[in-house]
């Protein structure tokens, strides 16, 4: 049975920063590219950041790069989401998702599993 489970969301204030966790299990996670989304109240889940877990290759969206790192332990069958200089619009709630490798990372139709989210709020 594969579980993807997220932690580490909180209160933040702006300027701050917080590392989000992702414990996946039931996975050959070497087949596989671990992504994050998030979604605000009213609007749409979009793109956050994604890592090819067995090579290592990082994508991230625009309002994200030079902010927020994602990086994987093998040993721990953990990918994390580092966020540092936190503004405000970065408030959603969080989620850890899995793709088999090869589809496009950034849609979230083609992600075959997902975590129950996080939620961060950066004060102003």
């Known amino acids: 049975q594969v579980q993807l489970v997220e932690s580490g969301g909180g209160l933040v204030q702006a300027g701050g920063s917080l590392r989000l966790s992702c414990a996946a299990s039931?996975?050959?996670?070497?087949?596989?590219?671990m992504g994050w989304f998030r979604q605000a109240p009213g609007k749409e889940r979009e793109f956050v950041a994604a890592?090819?877990?067995?090579?290592?290759?990082?994508y991230y969206a625009d309002s994200v790069k030079g902010r927020f790192t994602i990086s994987r332990d093998n040993a721990k069958n953990t990918v994390y989401l580092q966020m540092n200089s936190l503004k405000p619009e970065d408030t959603a709630v969080y989620y850890c998702?899995?793709?088999?490798?090869?589809?496009?990372?950034?849609?979230?139709?083609?992600?075959?599993?997902w975590g129950q989210g996080t939620p961060v709020t950066v004060s102003s």
């Open positions: 039931g996975l050959a996670l070497s087949r596989y590219v």
């Open positions: 998702a899995a793709q088999t490798l090869g589809r496009n990372v950034v849609l979230v139709n083609q992600y075959d599993y």
């Open positions: 890592v090819t877990w067995a090579i290592g290759n990082p």
